[in-house]
């Protein structure tokens, strides 16, 4: 079984500044798909950045972006210039094809400092 | 517009009751999932649904029951066998799981 392991339960950054969450996965597959997912207080999950593992070019959207080493099955989401709105609980998840199911990490909380 | 509905929004459960979380969408997406959440566990399958009738377990499914008897609804039940029902519930729906997964605004099941 595919799992996802988010080793930081907590991480702080100071406004304005570059924070980078980690994910890494265990998989045989050779043909998956990645996602960061956030859950702010609200906690409604939104898509932030989703990888194909075909693809060599790390996935960006905005001030938010992945370092995807695929040999080292690591997944980590970059956000830059942190705002305020940038608090949440972040969520790296995996799935692959012909599984129709994603497996989610435990969740990295992520606080701004003002 | 599209999108997913859950409710209710949160639900207390006395102690022997089943209860029922409701998550409709008009998203007209084939497959629907139910996750729950808790402090320090991510989010963990309960059951999905791929297409309408069938469903399958997932890693949590003890306690829970569904049914997909048409396309828009996908309905949990959480029984009295469900020991520590006590925890948020998330509903998501996908047509492709390479897209990933939108999400409801979930329901706070309280055990009281």
């Known amino acids: 079984a595919q799992t996802v392991t988010q080793s930081q339960p907590e991480m702080s950054v100071q406004e304005a500044e570059t924070v980078t969450l980690s994910c890494t996965y265990d998989?045989?597959?050779?043909?998956?798909?990645l996602f960061w997912y956030k859950q702010p207080p609200s906690r409604q999950m939104i898509l932030v950045i989703r990888q194909e593992a075909y693809k060599q070019q790390n996935a960006t959207e905005n001030r938010f972006s992945v370092n995807f080493q695929k040999a080292a099955k690591s997944f980590s989401l970059k956000i830059s210039d942190s705002q305020l709105g940038d608090a949440a609980m972040y969520f790296c998840?995996?799935?692959?094809?012909?599984?129709?199911?994603?497996?989610f990490g435990t969740g990295t909380r992520l606080t701004i400092i003002p | 517009d599209g999108g997913i509905t859950q409710s209710p929004k949160y639900l207390f459960r006395k102690e022997g009751q089943n209860v029922t979380l409701s998550c409709e969408q008009n998203?007209?997406?084939?497959?629907m999932y139910w996750y729950r959440q808790d402090p320090g566990q991510g989010l963990r399958l309960i059951y999905y649904s791929q297409i309408v009738n069938d469903f399958q377990k997932g890693d949590i499914a003890e306690g829970y029951s569904v049914s997909r008897e048409k396309k828009e609804s996908f309905p949990l039940t959480v029984t009295s066998a469900q020991k520590n029902p006590t925890a948020f519930y998330l509903c998501a729906t996908t047509r492709r799981v390479m897209g990933g997964y939108t999400f409801g605004s979930g329901t706070r099941l309280t055990v009281v």
């Open positions: 998989t045989s597959e050779s043909d998956y798909y």
């Open positions: 998203l007209n997406h084939d497959a």
């Open positions: 998840a995996y799935g692959n094809f012909g599984n129709e199911k994603l497996t």
